[in-house]
């Protein structure tokens, strides 16, 4: 199989760490793409995803999967099912209810990131980038508040918040999340420690 990817992405991270949680890193062969808004990609469109977005992961068989909760799912099934998304009952609705808060906020992050980095300086909209920031900083307060949830077995609500963490480290150092969130600070030390995180860490290609 062959997943399409670039280091920067915290979609494709999402991806990667589940991969290596899952114990399949031997079965995936990663393939960098470079996208973007306004990027013009249409054989990847045609071939590939016609959202034009990564992560994506071409199957032997040549069908494609995305998007990155998509084949977390598929890659679970693989993996012999109920690992990082829990069987069905109670415990399934809170794990996707909190990876699809920890996800929104994965795609509050990119926005602002494609907004202040992408879009030419005279069309920006400070107050659209703040907005989105507010969105981001309400979801780490509820994590801040829940972490106590954040315990067991990793699943793919830990995928996706170690993710997002890691990208607003490595986009906005200086932005401070950890500040008054001490419980979410050490859950992010536990994630960091972990070989999936040391071995996804993001960077530009
Ligand atoms: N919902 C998608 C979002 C994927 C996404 O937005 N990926 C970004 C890279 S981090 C992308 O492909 N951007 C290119 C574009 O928006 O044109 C997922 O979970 O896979």
Sequence with gaps: MKLMYAPQSPFARKVRVAV???GLGDEIEPVLQAVAPVKENADYAANVNPLRKIPA?????????YDSTVICEYLDDLAGGGQILPAPGPDRWDVLTQHALAQGMMEAAVLVRYETWLRPGERRWPDYVDDQWDRIESGLDWFEANAKGLVGPVNITHVALGCLLGYLDFRWPDAGWRDGRSR?????NWFARRDSCKQTEPHDP
């Design 20 to 22: 290596i949680e899952l």
């Design 184 to 188: 979410l600070t050490n859950w992010s």
């Design 57 to 65: 992961l071409l199957l032997d068989d040549g069908r494609v999967l």
